[in-house]
């Protein structure tokens, strides 16, 4: 009654699927339903270590060329300003490749810190800038006013606040 089809090297039935074998060997005995969850269970385990240790693979290699490429890099932080807080806060290492990293982590922190006070300045005078230019008689002056920024310690401590940290001076002073 049932009539088995043949795909891409299954033998399809009505009863279930059986793995078309060749003609030598003896087809054995089809799997039950719990028997294959476990097996696709314990595939999809073994694929999931094998891409996560590729990944890590790749990771370790990619972080080593990096370090390789610390050798002649030259941050814009000195090595000397860099070994000088390193000193100051206790940290000892003879690594330059390692100290540049830091001084490179630094670099993108201050540069991010300038990047967000950059856009609270353009915020505020953007909103601010529209009432007060109004008042103000056209004048050579005033038109290079309008492509200058200046960014101020306000436009600063926003900035810091993002990323927890307080400058701002207390209300009163003692």
Same mark, same amino acid.
């Given at each position: !009654?049932?009539? =088995?089809? @043949?795909?891409?090297?299954?033998?399809?039935?009505?009863?279930?699927?059986?793995?078309? %074998?060749?003609?030598? @060997?003896?087809?054995?005995?089809?799997?039950? =339903?719990? @028997?294959? %969850?476990?097996?696709?269970?314990?595939?999809?385990?073994?694929?999931?270590?094998?891409?996560? +240790?590729?990944?890590?693979?790749?990771?370790? &290699?990619?972080?080593? $060329? #990096? !370090?390789? !490429?610390?050798?002649?890099?030259?941050?814009?932080? =000195?090595?000397?300003?860099?070994?000088?807080?390193?000193?100051?806060?206790? #940290? $000892?290492?003879?690594?330059?490749?390692?100290?540049?990293?830091? +001084?490179? +982590?630094? @670099?993108? #922190?201050?540069?991010?810190?300038?990047?967000?006070?950059?856009?609270?300045? &353009?915020?505020?005078?953007?909103?601010?800038?529209? &009432? +007060?230019?109004?008042?103000?008689? #056209?004048?050579?002056?005033?038109?290079?006013?309008? %492509? &200058? %920024?200046?960014?101020?310690? $306000?436009?600063?401590?926003?900035?810091?606040? $993002?990323?927890?940290?307080?400058?701002?001076?207390?209300?009163?002073? !003692?």
């Amino acid at each position: !009654m049932s009539t =088995p089809q @043949q795909s891409q090297g299954f033998t399809y039935s009505t009863t279930g699927y059986v793995p078309s %074998t060749p003609s030598d @060997q003896p087809v054995a005995a089809a799997a039950t =339903p719990a @028997q294959q %969850t476990t097996q696709s269970a314990a595939s999809a385990s073994s694929q999931t270590q094998t891409r996560q +240790a590729a990944e890590e693979a790749r990771k370790d &290699r990619t972080l080593a $060329e #990096f !370090m390789l !490429m610390l050798d002649d890099y030259e941050p814009l932080i =000195p090595n000397e300003v860099t070994d000088y807080y390193l000193q100051r806060v206790g #940290f $000892e290492c003879e690594d330059v490749r390692l100290k540049r990293l830091l +001084a490179l +982590a630094a @670099q993108k #922190f201050v540069s991010d810190i300038a990047a967000d006070a950059y856009q609270h300045a &353009r915020i505020r005078t953007n909103a601010a800038g529209g &009432r +007060a230019r109004v008042n103000q008689p #056209f004048s050579g002056a005033g038109v290079k006013d309008k %492509t &200058r %920024t200046t960014l101020t310690m $306000e436009d600063l401590s926003a900035a810091l606040a $993002e990323y927890g940290i307080n400058s701002r001076k207390p209300e009163y002073y !003692m």
